[in-house]
């Protein structure tokens, strides 16, 4: 079954415990990216990557890292976690660059910083 | 920067009526546009992309129309039923990130 795959879907931490949030997709998809939802915010972008290697950063990338050594996996690194990055995250990937292709999303993470 | 707006942000409708979801953007340079549908405590689920050239999809009870120009999309809902209760978000593309609304969540009372 063609997929976006998150792990883990529900973390609690505490501030300053730096965490991996994993994310795998089995569709050859070239391009992947990282989502966070808030109330009242929405979704906002916060980091993509157009292939291996090229990664770039969305509208809210401060407190994030994300790194693409093989096509199939994009995690995103929090170095040192804190409250305000309590958030719901998605992963998310398309064949090509979003300007023409259609975006599949990960059943998404839920992360409580404390 | 494109901002991207949703009305309304919530409906409630009685099953088998039909129903229009709006959505405008300020930025009229996009590449595509692509309406969503997310149940509580789920992912997303892609339901209709459209392209900057084309005016409108289709996809079973679902029409979504673009006019670029005036930066509005709508998606139309055929004859809802109680399964179409979820949020709907749109989501614009003007380069290689994506833009959201803050969706419309929608209730089908049986």
């Known amino acids: 079954e063609a997929q976006v795959t998150q792990n883990p879907r529900y973390l609690i931490t505490v501030t300053g415990k730096k965490l991996t949030v994993t994310c795998s997709q089995n569709?050859?998809?070239?391009?992947m990216s990282w989502y966070r939802q808030d109330p009242g915010l929405g979704l906002r972008q916060i980091y993509y990557?157009?292939?291996?290697?090229?990664?770039d950063k969305g509208d809210v990338p401060e407190g994030y890292k994300v790194s693409r050594k093989e096509k199939r996996n994009f995690p995103l690194i929090l170095e040192s976690p804190s409250p305000n990055q309590t958030s719901l995250y998605f992963c998310?990937?398309?064949?090509?660059?979003?300007?023409?292709?259609?975006?599949?999303f990960g059943p998404g993470t839920r992360l409580t910083v404390t | 920067k494109q901002e991207v707006t949703q009305i309304p942000a919530a409906l409630s409708v009685p099953e088998g009526e039909n129903l229009v979801l709006n959505c405008s953007f300020t930025?009229?340079?996009?590449?595509?546009l692509q309406w969503f549908r997310q149940d509580p405590g789920k992912g997303l689920t892609s339901l209709l992309l459209?392209?900057?050239?084309?005016r409108e999809q289709t996809s079973g009870r679902l029409n979504a129309s673009l006019d670029k120009s005036s930066g509005r999309s709508t998606l139309y809902i055929a004859a809802s039923q109680p399964g179409d209760s979820a949020t709907y978000l749109c989501a614009v593309n003007a380069g290689n990130m994506l833009t959201f609304g803050g969706g419309t969540r929608l209730m089908v009372k049986p």
């Open positions: 459209i392209q900057s050239s084309q």
């Open positions: 998310a990937s398309s064949l090509g660059g979003t300007s023409s292709y259609e975006q599949y």
């Open positions: 990557s157009m292939n291996v290697e090229v990664t």
């Open positions: 930025d009229s340079a996009i590449y595509n």
């Open positions: 569709m050859n998809h070239e391009y």
